[in-house]
């Protein structure tokens, strides 16, 4: 089981007290993958919030031939190190209809060590802890917001080179 004082260096939960963490640590399960697993697939019903705690995750695309994928198929990749916290925090689309994973996620140093924890346990925690939902959710906005800027940027990029090469 993770440790309280692990749960409090997760940038989702810092603005947590510690009678929310506990209620918290009984739902968190860690996980460590090895180079190359596979966290997650593109479409599968997104049902887990997903915390990288050590190592590197790539975020691909699955192709629709179902080829394994490769990292230039590589979308983002997350970095422990990386200095946006929000970029750690997998899976937020399990907050939002469909409800299904956007991209594959797979581990990319010789272990990934994951903090994941179940949507429907987060929301029955949060609808007997209404501050703790809003900590939560108050956080939750950052990385959306984070998503949607790299996706900004992303659409940027990608406009200046078909103009650039007359695509």
């Known amino acids: 089981m993770i440790q309280i004082k692990d749960l409090q260096q997760l940038k989702p939960f810092q603005s947590m007290n510690e009678d929310h963490l506990r209620k918290l640590q009984a739902n968190c399960e860690e996980i460590?993958?090895?180079?190359?697993?596979?966290?997650?697939t593109q479409n599968d019903d997104a049902l887990h919030l997903w915390i990288v705690r050590d190592g590197n995750v790539d975020l691909r695309f699955e192709l629709p031939d179902r080829r394994i994928t490769s990292p230039d198929m590589t979308v983002n990749s997350i970095e422990v190190a990386d200095k946006v916290p929000e970029a750690k925090v997998l899976g937020w689309s399990c907050f939002v209809p469909p409800y299904k994973m956007r991209?594959?996620?797979?581990?990319?140093?010789?272990?990934?060590?994951?903090?994941r924890v179940l949507k429907s346990d987060l929301l029955q925690l949060f609808s007997q802890d209404f501050q703790m939902g809003y900590l939560f959710m108050s956080y939750m906005i950052q990385v959306v917001g984070f998503r949607f800027h790299q996706f900004q940027d992303h659409v940027a990029r990608n406009m200046g080179e078909d103009l650039m090469f007359g695509w």
């Open 103 to 115: 991209l594959s996620a797979y581990c990319v140093t010789d272990t990934c060590n994951i903090v």
């Open 32 to 40: 460590e993958f090895q180079r190359g697993d596979k966290l997650f």
